[in-house]
């Protein structure tokens, strides 16, 4: 069985980076976007931005934390206390 997903608190506007780095590394990151409309004084631009900024989902196991934490741009694992707390492949998956 593969591993549970959970969410990792990053370095705001860093998701994209943090993203690069943790699949450089072999694992498997989700990181939902959605696309808006910018309008600056000369130009619009369509964007990609995080559904939640600073947060993304990543899965891995919970023994060997230690290169998820150390990835630049990665502030900690959601989670209780000090335990990370897995999200529901359920919620991912939807």
């Not at 959970?6 to 506007?13: D, E, G």
């Not at 290169?67 to 990665?74: F, K, R, S």
Request: proline letters at 10%.
């Amino acid at each position: 069985m593969a591993e549970p997903w959970y969410a990792l608190h990053v370095r705001p506007r860093f998701e994209n980076c943090v993203q690069m780095h943790l699949e450089a590394k072999g694992y498997d990151v989700f990181l939902p976007t959605f696309v808006s409309t910018r309008r600056w004084s000369d130009r619009v631009k369509t964007v990609s931005l995080p559904l939640f900024p600073s947060y993304l989902f990543c899965r891995f196991d919970t023994c060997s934390r230690l290169p998820i934490l150390v990835t630049p741009g990665v502030h900690s694992i959601v989670g209780v206390g000090r335990a990370p707390a897995p999200v529901d492949q359920e919620e991912i998956s939807g």
